[in-house]
């Protein structure tokens, strides 16, 4: 059976076969630096092995089917560089072992999803470059302790940074510039002793 699929840095076109959902011993999927179009089939969601879903540097332009949720197995998740549209889906809370969330330079909108506090094994979030809106709930990643890069620059976020960053022990890098964060730098960030990259220019900060 099919383990590993990776025509991956060709120039492949077209759209996405629904019919890849079918693969069900699938454990690693790159398809990454090719020329797809269209929309991430929602029967991707059937691969309950996946391990491994790396799609960026397409030209993928729907939302994310919320059927995504279900890769429970699922650790590098993928999907940057490409021409998503649409809100983070809810459901992506339940990739308990993703590690890696990537989905920096699309057109995503709408707040960040409360439910992806549920992702206790990330070490890096990437949603840098999208349209997100709403106050930036740092207090989702509090008790993650292997969370070693937080980036949300350039998006139309707001709210202040509160005290709650010192619950963000593990990071090596928080990227929040080019937002419409507000109030000052708060105490709590001096408190990060492994932090060694905080970037916060092009905000309303005082």
């Not at 059937?46 to 650790?75: A, D, R």
């Not at 072992?97 to 890096?124: C, D, M, W, Y």
């Not at 593990?170 to 960030?189: H, K, R, V």
Request: hydrophobic share 40%; glycine share 8%; with cysteine.
């Amino acid at each position: 059976s099919l383990l590993s699929l990776g025509p991956n840095t060709n120039f492949l076109n077209g759209t996405l076969a629904p019919t890849l959902g079918e693969a069900s011993d699938l454990t690693t999927l790159y398809l990454f630096d090719n020329y797809f179009t269209g929309e991430f089939p929602s029967q991707m969601g059937q691969l309950g092995h996946l391990e491994t879903c790396l799609v960026y540097y397409n030209f993928l332009s729907s939302s994310l089917p919320s059927e995504l949720g279900q890769l429970t197995m699922l650790v590098q998740f993928g999907m940057e560089n490409n021409l998503l549209t649409g809100q983070i889906p809810s459901e992506l809370g339940n990739m308990s072992k993703v590690q890696q969330f990537v989905l920096h330079s699309n057109s995503l909108s709408g707040t960040i999803p409360s439910e992806l506090s549920r992702l206790q094994e990330l070490s890096a979030i990437e949603l840098s470059g999208n349209s997100l809106t709403g106050d930036f709930p740092v207090e989702m990643f509090w008790n993650n302790t292997h969370l070693l890069y937080l980036l949300v620059n350039d998006n139309y976020l707001q709210g202040n940074l509160s005290e709650a960053v010192s619950g963000l022990l593990s990071c090596l890098a928080l990227e929040f510039s080019g937002n419409y964060i507000t109030g000052s730098i708060p105490d709590a960030l001096y408190q990060l002793s492994l932090l060694n990259e905080f970037i916060m220019s092009e905000n309303l900060m005082s």
